[in-house]
């Protein structure tokens, strides 16, 4: 049975940068699409990024782009999403997810940022942006 566990999370200085890992047990992550979500104070759980891993496409939140860059590794066990000019309002607790769902590419975005899709969450990570 599929199981992730977030890691690297912390506290950061605005400007900085902060890489957080998603790791499965019980499964690899080749038939996934694997989604990164967050739940700053007071507010909903959303969307953040998501990679297929059958076949590497990528989405990105617009406020992140060009900022966060999601990777998986080769072994696909493995998930990453690298954040670089990091702001207050990027605070939150960042969840990794995997879902089953076949997403073509006009759906892609969509269906990639709604919780809904997803049937296993990691336990989140804090990641604190303050100076």
């Known amino acids: 049975q599929l199981q992730l566990v977030e890691s690297g999370g912390g506290l950061v200085q605005p400007g900085g940068s902060l890489s957080v890992s998603c790791v499965a047990s019980?499964?690899?992550?080749?038939?996934?699409?694997i989604g990164w979500f967050r739940q700053g104070p007071g507010k909903e759980r959303e969307g953040v990024s998501c990679i297929t891993n059958v076949d590497g496409r990528i989405v990105y939140k617009d406020d992140v782009k060009g900022r966060f860059t999601i990777s998986r590794d080769s072994a696909k066990i493995m998930v990453t999403l690298q954040m670089n000019d990091l702001k207050p309002e990027d605070t939150a607790v960042y969840y990794c997810?995997?879902?089953?769902?076949?997403?073509?590419?006009?759906?892609?975005?969509?269906?990639?940022?709604?919780?809904?899709?997803?049937?296993?969450w990691g336990q989140g990570t804090q990641v604190t942006v303050s100076s």
């Open positions: 019980g499964s690899t992550l080749e038939h996934y699409v």
């Open positions: 997810a995997a879902g089953t769902f076949a997403a073509p590419g006009y759906l892609l975005r969509r269906l990639c940022m709604s919780r809904a899709e997803y049937e296993v």
